[in-house]
């Protein structure tokens, strides 16, 4: 973190972007673009979020993504926000989506960056006014620039990203991303349209006291997660599950805590998706102090073979991420 430009809270995403450019080496502002690019389509998104109650937007789709999960309205709609900034803007070649099974080429040839993107991540919760996300990845081609993206420039691991992020669309609307050179948040103030920095400089505590994981699974988890739960319960931890991981993530981020979605039976390789989910959120939290793991590797350093492939997840305040390996090594109650 380049603290001479430490700048202050309120300061605008835009002159953010601008004065930090020197975080993104070799480019010539194209990064910066694509960030505004991102953060447009999440303005546009929050706009029909915050309606959806009032327009026939809630609700099912009526089909299922490639993952065989009931689309919903605005996951559709996000899917399609998105894609069409990310078009419009020109700096991207090549687009990774939860929604879509196939690489999205944008007809950008000449677009250096490659994003994979989790458009609206727990949209089942939209119906209960639960708060939900957008997880974004940007890594920088590895293809000949003046052709369409390759697959090989979309499965790069997690240590190649250059720039990652999340929009909660909460009790406020927050922009937390990284590129490398510690994580920033920006809360979104929609009577000017604008974001604006908020939480500089995001740091998360190196433990905590809250656990996040969905103990409905729990009889087909492998023995060292549920000896690592009754630790939790032993030492008085506070269980708190949203089911809408972003929301998750972004609450134990700033307060301390960890995420686990570990291999179940319904998900052997666990429900998560590497790419744009776990890849995205372990860049983040790595930039912010934490750690992120499958139980055994870390998130980053995983090398993709599939598009949306998926890995068990446990994230969150490095002493307890230790912690779960720790049983998962001994697989036996560690003291
Ligand atoms: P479960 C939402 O579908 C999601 O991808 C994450 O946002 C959330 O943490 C998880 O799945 C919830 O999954 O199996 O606990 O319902």
Same mark, same amino acid.
């Given at each position: 973190m380049?603290?001479?430009l430490?700048?202050?809270?309120?300061?605008?995403? =835009?002159?953010?972007i601008?004065?930090? !450019?020197?975080?993104?080496?070799?480019?010539?502002?194209?990064?910066?673009q694509l #960030?505004?690019?991102?953060?447009?389509?999440?303005?546009?998104?929050?706009?029909?979020i915050?309606?959806?109650?009032? #327009?026939?937007?809630?609700?099912?789709?009526?089909?299922?993504?490639?993952q065989?999960e009931?689309?919903?309205? #605005? =996951?559709?709609?996000?899917?399609?926000?998105?894609?069409?900034?990310?078009? *419009? @803007?020109?700096?991207?070649?090549?687009?990774?989506?939860?929604?879509?099974? =196939? #690489?999205?080429?944008t @007809?950008?040839k000449?677009?250096?960056?490659?994003?994979?993107?989790?458009?609206?991540?727990?949209?089942?919760?939209i119906?209960?006014?639960?708060?939900?996300?957008?997880?974004f990845?940007?890594?920088?081609?590895?293809?000949?620039?003046?052709?369409?993206?390759?697959?090989?420039?979309?499965?790069?691991?997690?240590? !190649?990203?250059?720039?990652?992020g999340?929009?909660?669309? @909460?009790?406020?609307?927050?922009?937390?991303?990284?590129?490398?050179?510690?994580?920033?948040?920006?809360?979104?103030?929609?009577?000017?349209?604008?974001?604006?920095?908020?939480?500089?400089?995001?740091?998360?505590? !190196?433990? @905590?006291?809250?656990?996040?994981c969905?103990?409905?699974?729990?009889?087909?988890? $492998?023995?060292?997660?549920? *000896?690592?739960?009754?630790?939790?319960?032993?030492?008085?931890?506070?269980?708190?599950?949203?089911?809408?991981?972003?929301a =998750?993530?972004?609450?134990?981020?700033?307060?301390?805590?960890?995420?686990?979605?570990p291999?179940?039976?319904?998900?052997?390789?666990?429900?998560?998706?590497?790419?744009?989910?776990a890849?995205?959120?372990?860049?983040?939290?790595?930039?912010?102090?934490?750690?992120?793991?499958?139980?055994?590797?870390?998130?980053?350093?995983?090398?993709?073979?599939?598009?949306? !492939?998926?890995? $068990?997840?446990?994230?969150?305040?490095?002493?307890?991420v230790?912690k779960?390996?720790?049983?998962?090594?001994?697989?036996? $109650?560690?003291?």
């Amino acid at each position: 973190m380049n603290d001479k430009l430490a700048l202050p809270v309120g300061t605008t995403l =835009d002159r953010f972007i601008m004065r930090k !450019q020197e975080d993104f080496p070799f480019a010539s502002g194209e990064l910066s673009q694509l #960030l505004r690019d991102i953060a447009l389509a999440a303005k546009i998104v929050n706009r029909e979020i915050n309606r959806a109650g009032l #327009l026939d937007i809630s609700g099912a789709f009526g089909q299922q993504n490639v993952q065989g999960e009931e689309q919903q309205k #605005l =996951d559709v709609i996000a899917n399609i926000r998105f894609i069409r900034a990310l078009r *419009n @803007g020109g700096e991207v070649c090549t687009i990774i989506s939860e929604e879509e099974e =196939d #690489l999205i080429q944008t @007809g950008n040839k000449k677009g250096r960056y490659i994003v994979a993107m989790d458009p609206l991540d727990g949209s089942s919760n939209i119906d209960v006014n639960v708060s939900i996300g957008t997880i974004f990845s940007i890594y920088r081609r590895c293809s000949e620039v003046g052709t369409d993206g390759t697959m090989e420039d979309c499965l790069q691991a997690g240590t !190649q990203q250059i720039a990652a992020g999340y929009v909660v669309y @909460g009790s406020s609307t927050m922009l937390v991303y990284t590129t490398g050179n510690g994580v920033n948040g920006f809360t979104y103030e929609p009577s000017l349209g604008e974001f604006f920095l908020s939480h500089p400089n995001i740091k998360t505590p !190196q433990t @905590g006291n809250i656990y996040s994981c969905n103990e409905g699974g729990s009889n087909s988890f $492998p023995e060292g997660i549920k *000896n690592y739960i009754n630790y939790c319960k032993e030492n008085n931890y506070s269980g708190r599950y949203i089911g809408s991981l972003v929301a =998750d993530f972004h609450r134990n981020l700033l307060k301390g805590g960890i995420y686990i979605y570990p291999p179940t039976a319904k998900a052997p390789n666990g429900k998560l998706r590497l790419l744009y989910e776990a890849n995205s959120l372990a860049f983040i939290v790595e930039q912010a102090g934490g750690k992120a793991t499958n139980g055994t590797q870390r998130i980053m350093e995983i090398e993709p073979t599939e598009l949306h !492939q998926r890995c $068990p997840l446990i994230i969150g305040s490095t002493e307890m991420v230790d912690k779960v390996e720790g049983f998962l090594r001994a697989e036996v $109650p560690v003291s």
